[in-house]
């Protein structure tokens, strides 16, 4: 469908990637990763048509369509939602309009001959709207609004009341109901709730097309890729799997390489000493000369190029009273409407929790509460003794003073303190040299993010409530926050729709939904477990049948059920054996294939951590080819058997039912 070959670009002196090559088919679902800057969203770009390149190839199938998140632009401000949406299929979309104007002039005339007559036009509009799927897009249309948390209500809003994250769900919604052949999607994720990304996934996994996505959420990541195409300093490189895989051989790719690099070392080390002992001697000066020469010849392997990350960890806070923030019998209104009636809530000191729950549930409200940023309409809030609070909003960045370069903008936290001081914390977050006097105002959305963690953390204290601080940071940089935040002595509470993170740090889930708060002590996988539990025993019906052992009439039926009951059972079994024997055999080929692989991987380890290999450079490349050949075969495989695995598993369910 689409294919990308050895594709260059620059901007001006600056290479930003060289080389890339890769295909995509339908089906396939390729994440595009890489540090802020390198290059993901321009490469998107240069799909679409969008922006130029300096060299290569980009082929896209004729007839084939594509979509673009970034490029959906809600141009109708007047129209309301759902009419905006559902008009992204234009082969309905003409007919509805024509529609719209008949019920308009039938509304105004008064004439019964020009009534009739629109009236028929009427009838025949109807029935091309009918053949045409009119009325499954629209209700298809109020499935995917539905999925990404916008309620029946909003559906008869205008477009220009929505905000710009609900925007940007709209322009979604309106992507996805084309359904193109090809989805293009730039961090999709960012501005959807734990509910609409999980809704979202399940959509993606179910969609025929090709998905090319970038995104920094991992666990989305894990859950939706098949490939993955890392952007690194030391060039592109493409990998089989999610990420945790990617992961796993880039770390493995990074030991070989490493471990080549020292037996180089103590290769040329030992052939030096060699040649400086022997030099003068006339009876070595043809091994002298012959190591001499192989030595030019070698070819030096070096190490890999990593994307600086960033560094830092939150200054030791002051120890606060046991109980650091208190709610009694409080209550908060919006606009006379009651959001929290009788709210009750302790927060203790280093506990650490993760709020919970579907967008417009009030997480920002209470996190705002909290902050002591809203006023409550009655009851209390309490602060403990000594606590010190500071608050990270969602649009943290938007606070930024753009006039401002980085260096006087981190001085607005920190009056007191030393330009030397607060270039070493801005260094620590990557802004270095040079970088400080950038203005503000030109900086990308990663480093103004960076900016404001790192004026969050010039001054030290007890109590951080911090609404979705991953906002534009890249995974090495989440990495790093949860941390932090997983070492802060202090308390902590924490929105984001990232699940590694509230995995990562919290302790305790707040759930929250229509102003009532459900509180579990617990991981956030923890809780999840629970709530699928529980959702498990409320749909599980009851035994219909108890036999008393004590009843002998009963337990005669019981023998005979029993007998009746054994023997379908081996029927079932039989079938099952029959229906599997081809998946079982497979599944049984792939095991012993990937372990005879394992056996030469590791016996090629042990190769390459031979110094001699490294002179042989024919012979070295040769070996790496070989164990890259391996390792991706193996990929090839795990896959395949997962795949078959879960056949095998349908299979099961299938043959011996649910309960099985």
């Known amino acids: 469908m689409l294919t990308v070959s050895a594709l260059s670009k620059s901007f001006g002196n600056r290479l930003l990637f060289a080389n890339i090559s890769f295909s995509v088919s339908p089906g396939d679902r390729l994440a595009i990763i890489g540090a802020n800057g390198s290059g993901k969203t321009t490469l998107l770009d240069i799909i679409t048509g969008n922006q130029e390149y300096d060299s290569g190839a980009v082929n896209f199938q004729r007839g084939a369509t594509m979509g673009y998140l970034e490029q959906e632009i809600l141009t109708a401000p007047d129209r309301d939602l759902l009419h905006e949406v559902a008009g992204a299929d234009t082969s309905t979309e003409r007919l509805a309009h024509k529609r719209e104007l008949i019920h308009n002039e039938l509304a105004e005339t008064t004439d019964p001959a020009e009534q009739a007559a629109l009236l028929n036009e009427l009838e025949e509009i109807e029935s091309r709207y009918e053949q045409a799927g009119g009325y499954s897009v629209e209700y298809e249309a109020k499935v995917i609004l539905s999925g990404l948390g916008f309620s029946e209500k909003d559906h008869q809003r205008p477009i220009k009341e929505f905000s710009g994250g609900w925007l940007m769900r709209a322009g979604l919604a309106k992507l996805l109901l084309r359904d193109p052949d090809l989805l293009l999607l730039d961090e999709p994720t960012n501005h959807l709730d734990l509910d609409a990304i999980i809704w979202f996934e399940k959509y993606l996994k179910d969609y025929a097309g090709a998905v090319i996505l970038i995104s920094h959420d991992r666990a989305f990541i894990n859950r939706m890729s098949t490939r993955i195409l890392s952007l690194q300093p030391d060039g592109a490189h493409l990998y089989r799997g999610n990420y945790d895989s990617y992961r796993a051989a880039r770390e493995k790719e990074e030991e070989i390489i490493n471990a080549t690099i020292k037996n180089q070392e103590r290769f040329i080390e030992s052939e030096t000493r060699f040649i400086n002992r022997f030099r003068a001697k006339n009876t070595k000066s043809t091994q002298v000369q012959s190591r001499i020469r192989r030595l030019e010849k070698m070819e030096t392997v070096t190490a890999v190029r990593k994307a600086p990350t960033v560094r830092f960890k939150f200054p030791g806070s002051p120890r606060s009273g046991k109980n650091v923030i208190t709610f009694s019998h409080a209550a908060f209104s919006y606009d006379e409407t009651p959001l929290y009636r009788d709210l009750n809530l302790t927060l203790a000191r280093g506990e650490k929790a993760a709020l919970v729950g579907p967008n417009g549930a009030g997480k920002t409200t209470l996190l705002k509460l909290l902050a002591g940023l809203l006023p ?13 609070a500071v608050y990270y909003a969602q649009h943290q960045t938007e606070q930024l003073m753009i006039q401002n370069n980085v260096l006087e903008e ?109 509180l579990y002590h617990g991981s956030y996988t923890e809780y999840t477990e629970k709530i699928e539990r529980e959702r498990q025993a409320l749909s599980s019906e009851p035994d219909t049948a108890i036999i008393q052992p004590g009843d002998a009439k009963l337990s005669t039926n019981q023998r005979m059920l029993e007998k009746d009951r054994k023997r379908q059972e081996g029927e079932l079994r039989n079938l099952f054996y029959r229906e599997s024997k081809s998946l079982q055999n497979r599944i049984k080929k792939i095991e012993d294939e990937v372990s005879r692989a394992e056996t030469r991987l590791r016996e090629i380890e042990n190769i390459l951590e031979n110094p001699i290999l490294c002179t042989d450079k024919h012979k070295f490349n040769k070996t790496l080819n070989e164990y890259e050949t391996l390792k991706n075969r193996n990929t090839v495989l795990n896959d395949e058997w997962v795949e078959l695995s879960l056949d095998l598993e349908q299979k099961r369910v299938t043959v011996f039912g649910k309960d099985v």
């Open 410 to 518: 981190m001085r607005r936290s920190a009056v007191d303190e030393t330009d030397e001081m607060l270039r070493t914390m801005l260094g620590a977050f990557l802004f270095r040299g040079d970088d400080v006097k950038k203005k503000v105002s030109v900086l990308s959305g990663g480093e103004k993010a960076r900016l404001a963690l790192a004026k969050l953390l010039i001054r030290p204290a007890n109590l951080i409530l911090m609404d979705e601080p991953t906002n534009h940071l890249d995974i090495p940089s989440r990495d790093v926050l949860a941390e932090a935040l997983s070492a802060y002595d202090g308390t902590l509470v924490l929105i984001t729709h990232d699940r590694d993170l509230i995995d990562a740090v919290a302790d305790r889930i707040i759930d929250i939904n229509h102003g009532s708060l459900t």
């Open 376 to 388: 409550l309409n009655s009851g209390e809030r309490t602060l403990g003794y000594n606590v010190d």
